[in-house]
């Protein structure tokens, strides 16, 4: 589940953590950067259980409201059908979410208001509309409301992603990378599967994993080699007035270009230029593209890289 762009990104604000901090620990900073990507997959944990909680709140307000003095017609026949959600119900008994749950502990026990809160956004939705006014009562309707309210009601929400940072600062820069996660994970869900459906794993494979712990150390104890050959190409740049955030990037893009020769030097140049667009200065991008690319052709220059 966790990609490399959401790696890079934990990596990254490891890295720039380590040299603020001044603590020189590498082991405790690869245990914060593994401690991190875990937080990143519990936020997956998280939006599926969110599903689970939303359903059983509609059904404790129904069931108050049926039991109220003097209920109404529709107090006494509300409309159930999200509460009977059939893809809610086989999540439910979800077996890898319940282990996951339950040897984790999480929990939206102590967030009743954000719970309660979401789901009137939901009621209040076109999305919720459109299901209620849907002549097709199948499981693959009810799987699709699903993946809507996702979509078209809580991705982008700016009261739940408020919620959700405030949650845990290690969901601060992951929310929009997980929820695509999520989205993915509903439409794989099959009836026949029952129980046993399975949830995306933690990494795709041991590599992402290891992928990870090298990149951060590879960009640590080699930081000051690159820093070295980023100040050569610094030409009418000082480094002083340069961002701290470029040059940590410029420093994770050369350990990546170096140290993984399976990975073409395009993609980590794109991918890091693309982050310096979001972490750094508007115009980071050029800069940083500019002084890589003369890194890069230094390396092959002196036969220290020989990929594409």
Known sequence: MINRILIRIKVLQIVYAYYQNGANDLKV????????LQKSYDLYHYILLLILDLTNLQNRILDNRKHKYRPTEEDKNPNMRMVNNRFAAQLS???ALNKYVSESKISWSNDRDFVKNVLDLILASEVYAEYLANPDDSYATDREFWRAVLKRVICGDEMIVDYLEDK?????????????????TIKRFEEKEGSKQELLPMFKDQDDRTFAVRLFREAILHGA??????????????????????????????????????????????????????YSTPKSGIFINGILDSVVGELKKEKVLFKD
């Open 225 to 278: 080699e690159y820093r070295e050959r980023i100040d050569r190409h610094m030409k009418n740049w000082e480094t002083e007035r340069i961002a701290n955030m470029d040059l940590i990037i410029m420093q994770l893009a050369i350990a990546e270009i170096v140290t993984f020769p399976s990975i073409p030097i395009s993609v980590s140049l794109n991918e890091y230029i693309d982050t310096a667009k979001y």
């Open 29 to 36: 900073a690869e245990n914060e950067l593994l401690f991190s």
């Open 168 to 184: 845990s600062i290690y969901w601060n820069d992951d929310i929009e990378i997980v929820e695509t996660f999520v989205l993915k």
């Open 93 to 95: 008994k979800n077996e």
